[in-house]
Nanobody
Framework: QVQLVESGGGLAQAGGSLRLSCAASGSIVSIGAMGWYRQAPGKQRELVATITSGGNTNYADSAKGRFTISRDNAKNSVYLQMNSLKPEDTAVYYC???????????????WGQGTQVTVSS
């Protein structure tokens, strides 16, 4: 079993910064891509950023130039540095990881429980 635990959400003012962290634990053999997604009230969950095990990154247009995704493979962790925050960044942010476990034959997607980010104007 794999658990993803997020931290670092909270309240920020427009123009401010927050840093999200997500740590994976459990019977992990390896982790492929990791990423952050978000879901605002009344909207579908959307991609924010992803990062491969080799460090290649991909960002949603809304995140480019403001957010930076990084990971620490030794700690099975992924981070999201969010700068120049806007009220429209308000959402629940979810961590995602493709994890190969001891019991499985392939990687499966796992999700964290979500962390609330609220940006006030």
């Amino acid at each position: 079993q794999v658990q993803l635990v997020e931290s670092g959400g909270g309240l920020a003012q427009a123009g401010g910064s927050l840093r999200l962290s997500c740590a994976a634990s459990g019977s992990i053999v390896s982790i492929g891509a990791m990423g952050w997604y978000r879901q605002a009230p009344g909207k579908q969950r959307e991609l924010v950023a992803t990062i491969t095990s080799g460090g290649n990154t991909n960002y949603a247009d809304s995140a480019k130039g403001r957010f930076t995704i990084s990971r620490d493979n030794a700690k099975n962790s992924v981070y999201l540095q969010m700068n120049s925050l806007k009220p429209e960044d308000t959402a629940v942010y979810y961590c995602n990881a493709g994890v190969l476990t001891i019991a499985a034959l392939r990687r499966y997607d796992y999700w964290g429980q979500g962390t609330q980010v609220t940006v006030s104007s």
